[in-house]
C-alpha cells in the first residue's frame, strides 16, 4: 500500500524537484499545495502519512500550520525553510516536527530523512493494528471464558439439584 505524501510548498521549482526526486525513491502517492488552507483541506479529506511543508506560507506560517496538523492528528512533519531562525527550528522541535531543512537542502538527505519517517510510520501503524487484533482476541476469549463459566455454573447446578433429588428419594424410600 503506498503512503500518502503531502507537500505544502508555494515554489513550483521546488515541488517540481520534490516530486521527481520523491517518485524515484520511495513508493507513495504525493499531493502538492501551495497553502496552508489547501493543506488543511487535503489533510480533512484525507489524511496523509508525512507532510513536508514550507516554513513561509502565503496565507500562515510552518509552524501554525504544524500546530493545526497536529491538532488533527499525529504525523510526521518535515520543515523546509529560507531562512529559519534558532527560536523557529527549536519551536519546530517541540511541536513535534521531525527534521528541519534549510533551503538550498541537500536532497538525498531530505530523501533519507523521508524514507526513514514513512518506515516508521509503517511500523507504528503495524504495531497498532497488532496491538488492536490482540485487544479483539483478549475480548473474545475473555467473552468465551464468561460463557463457559456460566455454562459450568449451570451444570453444576443441575448436578446439585439431581443430587437433592436423588438424596430425598433415597431417604424417602428408605424411612
Known amino acids: 500500500m503506498p503512503q500518502k505524501i503531502l507537500v505544502v510548498e508555494p515554489e513550483p521549482e521546488i515541488v517540481e524537484i520534490l516530486v521527481a526526486s520523491l517518485s524515484r525513491r520511495v513508493h507513495a502517492r504525493i ?22 511543508t514550507e516554513l513561509e506560507l502565503g496565507d500562515s506560517d510552518g509552524l501554525r500550520l504544524a500546530r493545526e496538523l497536529m491538532s488533527l492528528g499525529s504525523r510526521p512533519i518535515i ?9 523557529e527550528t527549536i519551536e519546530a ?7 528541519v531543512f534549510r533551503k538550498p537542502f541537500p536532497v538525498d538527505e531530505l530523501l533519507d530523512s523521508v524514507d526513514r519517517l514513512v518506515r516508521a510510520q509503517v511500523e507504528t501503524r503495524r504495531r497498532a493494528a497488532r496491538y488492536h487484533r490482540m485487544r479483539e482476541l483478549v475480548r473474545h476469549v475473555v467473552r468465551e471464558r464468561r460463557s463457559l ?18 438424596v430425598r428419594r433415597v431417604t424417602g424410600t428408605q424411612g
Open 93 to 99: 522541535m517541540r511541536l513535534g516536527i521531525r527534521d
Open 149 to 166: 463459566n456460566r455454562r459450568v455454573e449451570l451444570v453444576c447446578r443441575d448436578l446439585v439439584g439431581a443430587h437433592r433429588r436423588l
Open 79 to 87: 520543515l523546509l525553510a529560507d531562512h529559519a531562525t534558532c527560536s
Open 31 to 52: 499531493t502538492c499545495v501551495a497553502d496552508a488552507q489547501a493543506c488543511l483541506d487535503s489533510e480533512l479529506l484525507e489524511p496523509h502519512d508525512l507532510i513536508i
